[in-house]
């Protein structure tokens, strides 16, 4: 199979959820016996060649940076901004060559944001169309909005809903397949656009490259980040300023240890001395000698957290709001606590802080469950599965 993957990042060195979701399928056509032309947009920022040496890199001529002017053009503009930024002509001319060049059976799209270029290379070229939904984008910007107090932003934020929901419906019913991260999203993306073909295809951990943690440190947290997503930037400030003042007052010698990307972002007069930023760190196993506590308080996002699964597959005890966890077959005080109050969240993490044993529990309850469902091998198997029936059905209707 000659796969052509459009996606919206080189996806190494393996920095957030986003790089990590890419990769690993990737990673898992690769080992299934495919052929990978891989696009994305580079701009001369560092490649790692240990990715490109696995693939076929095309290079698209795309800076998909944020900036404010871009924000203000786009008003002007149908198209949500998040999606319009990808867009350049250039680089679709060097996909329709790609394809001309090549004998590509599918084309696989990472992200809705680079939809539209599978979308003008199906109906140029007569090729299938598989969309890998990784969150449901619309979703995502509608939760966000209802979490968002300055009424300028609100109102930016909603204007960018309706946009991204419009073309979201649009670009369902136009591939050839959906490729929902979770049964949940698929639901809602059904809803979206009924009657579109999809697979849940889930995501998941390589769980033999994680050590369970051995030791228990009672008085540590761990809030992982990627501080450049406004969903993660968004549940640090809830953690900070509504959670952790009542862990506080119940358990004042817990201290927090932020760690992951862009955390040099964090506002100074943020945090006080009971937070400690470790900044990136290369190793997940180093984060079992940090914290034996791990907390996700996010109130904004869609698909699945792979932090979350990571952090499972540690064996740490992890309390996290219910859409933290949304997506991933858990159940509360079996394989972690939900807690989507700013009291009931403090409390479980200073119940946990008290009982070494139920952190060990909840943990090890984790972990197996990891083992039973969200490995990369397991992944890959249900993606390939989809992906045969979609090219079965294509050379049916040939």
Known sequence: MKVLQIATKVPYPLEDGSKIGIFNLTDQFLKHGAEISFAAPY???????????????????????????????????????????????????????????????????DHLHMARYG????????????LREHNFEADIMGRLSGNTKNPLLRA???LQHSRVLKLESEILKKVDAVLPISEVDERKLAELAPGMKSFVVPAGVDLAGFVPCSTFLSDRILFLTSYDWLPNIDSLSFFVKEIVPILLSKAPQMKTIIAGKATEKIPSNLLDNSFEVKGFVKDFNEFSSMASIAVIPLRV???????????????????????????????NGKHLFLADTPNEFADKIARLASSPSLC???????????????????????????????????????
């Open 43 to 109: 701009v001369g920022d560092r490649l790692d060649n240990r990715f490109t040496e696995m693939v076929d890199f095309i290079p698209l001529p795309i800076d998909a940076r944020y900036t404010l002017t871009g924000g203000i053009r786009n008003l002007f503009s149908t198209l949500p901004y998040n999606m319009e930024k990808y867009w350049d002509e250039s680089a679709l001319r060097i996909l329709s060559n790609a394809c001309r060049n090549n004998s590509f059976d599918v084309i696989h799209i």
């Open 119 to 130: 979308i003008a290379l199906k109906e140029k070229h007569g090729m299938k169309a598989v």
């Open 156 to 158: 930016y934020i909603r």
């Open 301 to 331: 996002g869609s698909g699945i957290r792979i932090k979350l699964l990571e952090l499972m597959a540690l064996g740490m005890a992890v309390v996290s709001t219910s859409l933290g966890a949304e997506g991933i077959e858990v159940e």
């Open 360 to 398: 060990k529990e909840l943990g090890a309850n984790a972990r197996n469950l990891i083992a039973e469902r969200y490995t990369w091998d397991l992944v890959g198997k249900k993606l390939m599965e989809a992906y045969q029936t979609i090219l079965n059905e294509h050379a049916g209707s040939n």
